[in-house]
């Protein structure tokens, strides 16, 4: 699988995501300032994925602090959570994986721990969540594979792969599963405007595995299923409200609007990390409003006249009743989902 993230040593190493396709580049981030960097400049990107660069990055600090004693210890440790809990709003796995390195935490202090015994329960817990994740998108493949039809024509939306992931990925995980299953799988990736996730990792990802792909603009999908070329939709998600409404890039929602209007089913697929039972519905996702240039520039060469405005929204919210189910590793949860999505916890 593509070596998204992982640590070498003391060193978090990232693939840069901003360089794809043309060049193949990795960060190597030495301190955790590096890592909330890399995470506020897209170099890594996708919620399960900046989930994981958080843990790694707050244990890889650690591991540099020279505080000799617990408290000084401790205040290091809170302010680098803060620092990076700061750097994206949107994706709920950040914070969940921050506030799991800080019950970590906690438990050692409570228990009497060192300072280099804390350094070493971080650097576990760090990997354990990266671990976890792989695991967790495996299992997500496994689940979605089973409604992907057998000659499948499959939508796609952003990049919700293994470069969003620890690997193997969650939208792009369901689509490696049914090709693991032995249906005959071809995939259409939303460019993906303004950043090109789609046309330039979800492509780069599938032409990798060799699975069929054809790169359409955003505003080809509607002709596409009018068509009937498209039989199946799956997307990721950056956070998932107890009722299901579903923050996940900007474009999302017009997809599953044309999904259900054409009779195309539209799945969501995400790891438990990325539902939010704190937020009641989709009014309370917060929503990333990003720099207005990733709208007005393609590289250096600009596409607006001066003067004119620019909205660039990162994120919009697809209510629950567009989505036909959200598929996690515990299983695909459907509609009630304020029932479906709390009985996944109480499993």
């Not at 408290?71 to 994986?97: G, H, M, S």
């Not at 599963?177 to 939303?190: L, M, R, T, Y």
Request: charged share 20%; aromatic share 6%; hydrophobic share 45%.
């Amino acid at each position: 699988m593509l070596p998204t993230i992982a640590r070498d040593h003391d060193v978090v190493v990232m693939i840069d995501q901003r360089k794809l396709p043309a060049q193949e580049i990795y960060v190597r981030c030495r301190t955790a300032v590096e890592v909330a960097k890399a995470i506020k400049t897209m170099v890594i990107r996708g919620a399960p994925a900046i989930g994981v660069a958080a843990a790694l990055g707050i244990s890889l600090g650690m591991r540099r602090s020279t505080a000799t004693g617990t408290q000084k210890f401790a205040t290091e440790f809170y302010r680098i959570c803060d620092l990076l809990a700061a750097t994206r709003p949107t994706a709920v796995n950040l914070f969940w994986a921050i506030d799991r390195m800080k019950r970590s935490f906690a438990a050692g202090m409570g228990a009497g721990e060192s300072t280099a015994q804390l350094k070493d329960r971080l650097d576990r817990e760090a990997d354990l969540i990266h671990d976890e994740d792989v695991a967790s998108c495996r299992a997500i493949g496994a689940f979605g594979a089973t409604v992907v039809p057998q000659d499948a024509k499959i939508l796609t939306h952003c990049n919700a792969g293994a470069l969003a992931t620890a690997g193997y990925g969650t939208a792009l995980g369901v689509i490696r599963g049914a090709v693991e299953a032995g249906k005959q799988v071809a995939v259409f990736a939303d460019e993906t405007r303004p950043f090109l996730q789609g046309a330039r990792l979800t492509a780069w990802e599938l032409v990798r595995d060799g699975i069929n792909t054809t790169v359409i603009t955003d505003n080809m999908s509607g002709a596409l299923m009018r068509q009937r070329k498209v039989n199946f939709v799956v997307v990721g998600a950056d956070r998932i409200a107890a009722n299901g409404d579903t923050a996940n890039k900007i474009g999302t929602y017009s997809v599953a609007v044309l999904a259900r209007e054409h009779g195309v089913p539209f799945y969501v697929a995400a790891p438990l990390s990325t539902i939010d039972l704190k937020t009641k519905d989709g009014d309370g996702i917060p929503i990333e409003e990003r720099n207005s240039r990733e709208v007005t520039h393609v590289g250096s060469t600009q596409l607006t006249p001066d003067g004119a405005a620019v909205w660039n929204p990162a994120f919009d919210v697809t209510p629950h009743q567009l989505i036909t189910g959200i598929i996690t590793e515990k299983g695909i949860f459907r509609a009630p989902y304020t029932d479906s999505l709390a009985s996944a916890f109480a499993q």
